[in-house]
């Protein structure tokens, strides 16, 4: 289990950066959306793959959940790249 740790690592730190940019600008909607997606992933590929494959078949399925919840996260922010740097800067 511990090998499948460093795949989890880029999609994890990605997908917290997004959120965290997109709460901050105050445009939760991807959010939700992309964690709507990514438990749904989950749900389904945790009853496919844990009971074939047990543990390895689990985490496994949170990295395929972790990295669809980062890459919708990132199509988003390239659709809305322009607006999210519109908010007011510290001075």
């Known amino acids: 289990m511990l090998r499948l740790l ?20 105050k445009q ?3 959010v939700l959306i992309a964690l ?3 438990l749904l992933t989950l749900f389904v590929l945790n009853l496919l ?7 390895i078949g689990a985490g496994w399925a949170f990295i395929l959940a972790e990295s669809i919840h980062a890459g919708i996260l990132f199509v988003q922010y390239i659709t809305v ?6 908010f007011p800067q510290p001075a």
């Open 36 to 38: 709507a997606a990514s």
């Open 81 to 86: 790249k322009g607006a999210l740097n519109e």
């Open 6 to 25: 460093p795949w989890l690592l880029i999609p994890y730190a990605v997908g917290t950066f997004l959120s965290l940019m997109f709460v901050a600008a």
């Open 49 to 55: 793959w844990t009971p074939s494959f047990g543990i």
């Open 28 to 30: 939760e909607k991807p």
